[in-house]
Nanobody
Framework: QVQLVESGGGLVQPGGSLRLSCKASGNIFGVSAMAWYRQTPGNLRELVAGITHGGSTNYADFIKGRFTISRDNVANTIYLQMNSLKPEDTAAYLC?????????????????WGQGTQVTVSS
């Protein structure tokens, strides 16, 4: 069984910063791409930033250099450093990962999602 657990969300004033973390745990044989998505009520989930196992990154256009994604492959953890936060960044931030598991000698890849951590930017 695999779990993705996010942390680091909260309430912050406009212009402030937060650092989100997401740790994958469980019966993990390998982890490929990981990413942060965000979602607000009534809207589709949108990609914020992604990172490959090798460290290549991609960002949504609306980030414009304000956020940085990083990862620790040993700890199966990714981070999202968010600076210059705006009220429109308010959302639930969800972690995503492509994970390989090994059960009874059989290996397979699947997509996994965390439960999300709420980020609220308000004065």
């Amino acid at each position: 069984q695999v779990q993705l657990v996010e942390s680091g969300g909260g309430l912050v004033q406009p212009g402030g910063s937060l650092r989100l973390s997401c740790k994958a745990s469980g019966n993990i044989f390998g982890v490929s791409a990981m990413a942060w998505y965000r979602q607000t009520p009534g809207n589709l989930r949108e990609l914020v930033a992604g990172i490959t196992h090798g460290g290549s990154t991609n960002y949504a256009d609306f980030i414009k250099g304000r956020f940085t994604i990083s990862r620790d492959n040993v700890a199966n953890t990714i981070y999202l450093q968010m600076n210059s936060l705006k009220p429109e960044d308010t959302a639930a931030y969800l972690c995503y990962a492509e994970i390989e598991t090994a059960v009874s000698g059989s290996r397979s890849w699947a997509d996994y999602w965390g439960q999300g951590t709420q980020v609220t930017v308000s004065s």
